[in-house]
């Protein structure tokens, strides 16, 4: 068997999840090939020079006619493994009626499904795939390279004392915890919940201090929101957060998680939630919020925690008391973000390794 994974155009998150699957399908002896949509249309000479026997199409439903449509057209039998949200599920009816003839139609999460199904798509022929995360690169790193990094991000500076939250060498050293948060825009990552929470966390907590790692994609609209999240740690008296704003490899990032000791995503819109897979295959406890996707990549109490939700101005968000009695557990407790994140890297490789998702894909497409 030949598989091709059609990779939308546009979403760098795409590309990572048709290599983790890739490495999968390869591992089981599979035959495929990873091909890319470009300027909005499937090239024919490739598909025409590979010639697969079945092509998975990832994305979202905003590239249907590019991932579905235009080689079904060719005479290629495709298998959608898409996205969407509840918010915009209603443009899902643009192609209501080419959607429910597919016989099947593959979405990495519950949520997605019912977004799907709310949208008007039968539900007999959807199927819940998760995403395939690389266990062998997202992984516990050598000490040397967490303090190396750390020191990167430090001013090691005997004529400066920066106090330990501004700091990330001297809080390890001192065991003073570190969150970590990651995303395009950090506010539909729960970036403003976090920070409102923090100023609600107990006494002792706050006596012992903490670092906030705040990662963003390099955007006017990205910094905008930034901008707000400072003003509302400014009017809060929360100290000690940093941005990493800008365009990082894998390698660094797979850093950043080895040196927090929280990854904190109680996300207001989410397909998935690769970050938090990720950082559970680095041994890191996680926070994620119930009735989200991201809800569905922990074990509750025993990988991390999803806390309650609430609506909003017509969207989710993490109910701020029930996230800080959350974060105020975990910052207190090192023995147990230990045990969670030692138990999230098991979860993880059981669940999300890419061998175990592509043998799952090859039993539901025959």
């Known amino acids: 068997m030949k598989i091709l994974l059609l990779v939308a155009e546009h979403g760098y998150s795409f590309v990572i999840q048709a290599q983790a699957l890739a490495k999968g399908l390869t591992q089981i002896g599979v035959n495929n090939k990873i091909s890319k949509i470009t300027n909005s249309s499937v090239s024919k000479r490739e598909l025409k020079k590979y010639s697969p026997d079945i092509i998975i199409s990832i994305g979202s439903w905003h590239s249907f006619q590019s991932l579905v449509i235009e080689p079904k057209l060719l005479g290629y039998r495709v298998v959608p493994w898409l996205v969407t949200d509840d918010k915009k599920s209603n443009r899902v009816s643009k192609y209501i009626d080419k959607f429910n003839q597919l ?9 997605c499904k019912n977004a799907f199904i709310k949208g008007g798509v039968k539900e007999n022929i959807i199927k819940v795939l998760p995403e395939a995360v690389d266990c062998d ?3 516990p790193i050598a000490q040397k390279e967490i303090t190396s990094l750390s020191n990167l991000l430090s001013i090691p500076s005997s ?5 330990v939250e501004f700091n990330p060498t001297l809080a390890r ?5 570190i969150l970590f948060t990651m995303g395009g825009i950090a506010t539909t990552k729960g970036a ?3 920070i409102s929470a923090l100023s609600k966390v107990s006494d002792k907590a706050k006596k012992q201090k903490w670092i906030y790692i705040i990662k963003t994609w390099p955007s006017t609209e990205s910094m905008t929101y930034s901008k707000k999240e400072l003003e509302l740690a400014t009017r809060l008296k929360i100290h000690g957060i940093h941005y990493l704003t800008g365009i990082f490899s894998d390698v660094f990032i797979r850093g950043i998680m080895n040196i927090c000791d929280i990854y904190v995503s109680p996300s207001r819109l989410e397909g998935f939630g690769l970050p938090l897979i990720e950082a559970q295959l680095c041994e890191k406890p996680i926070i994620s919020l119930k009735n989200t996707a991201t809800a569905e990549t922990i074990i509750e109490g025993k990988t991390g925690f999803a806390v309650k939700s609430e609506i909003k101005n017509g969207q989710i968000r993490a109910n701020i008391d029930s996230l800080a009695k959350k974060i105020d557990i975990l910052l207190s407790n090192k023995e147990l973000r230990q045990n969670m994140g030692k138990n999230g890297r098991i979860h993880a490789i059981r669940n999300f390794s890419p061998k175990i998702i592509a043998k799952k894909m090859l039993e539901i497409i025959k």
Do not use: G, R, Y
């Open 103 to 111: 016989n099947l139609l593959l979405t990495p999460s519950q949520i």
């Open 137 to 139: 690169f997202w992984k």
């Open 192 to 194: 403003q919940e976090v």
């Open 159 to 163: 004529f400066l004392t920066l106090p």
């Open 173 to 177: 050293k001192k065991n003073v915890p």
